[in-house]
């Protein structure tokens, strides 16, 4: 035989996992109520700037908590959100390419689904 029976064991572990992660993830989309978190649209308005001017940095302050430093304004919350909201930064911008107009609710519903991924890591990893 090729494969031993702790190889076989470990493939029925990775197999439960994936299971696992599906779930958590399908449970998630079913209870979601398809709103963002809090600070996802600062953090995903950084995304974008990001994405199209290469700065974490805004001209205007578009939020109430900031913090100013050389003529631009920073949120000052995790720098991971904005990172994990890069792809939908980029995918909506694409799309606004496409479409020729921004779609607002089309980037609140990829912003809502970038929970997914977030859930099951979590839920994967902690439990």
């Not at 600070?39 to 913090?67: H, M, R, S």
């Not at 995790?78 to 990172?83: C, K, L, S």
């Not at 921004?102 to 890591?121: C, D, E, M, R």
Request: proline share 3%; hydrophobic share 50%.
């Amino acid at each position: 035989m090729i494969f031993s029976n702790s190889m076989r064991e470990k493939d029925k572990e990775r197999l439960l996992l994936y299971k696992l992660a599906f779930l958590i993830g399908v449970v998630f989309l079913l209870c979601s109520s398809g709103f963002r978190w809090i600070e996802a649209d600062y953090q995903l308005t950084i995304a974008k700037n990001l994405w199209q001017n290469g700065c974490l940095g805004l001209n205007v302050p578009l939020f109430d908590y900031y913090v100013t430093r050389g003529g631009l304004w920073y949120d000052p919350h995790g720098i991971t959100n904005v990172f994990w909201m890069l792809p939908v930064a980029i995918v909506s911008s694409i799309i606004d390419k496409i479409m020729g107009i921004q779609s607002s609710a089309l980037t609140s519903f990829l912003g809502a689904l970038s929970g997914i991924p977030v859930s099951v890591l979590a839920c994967v990893l902690f439990f």
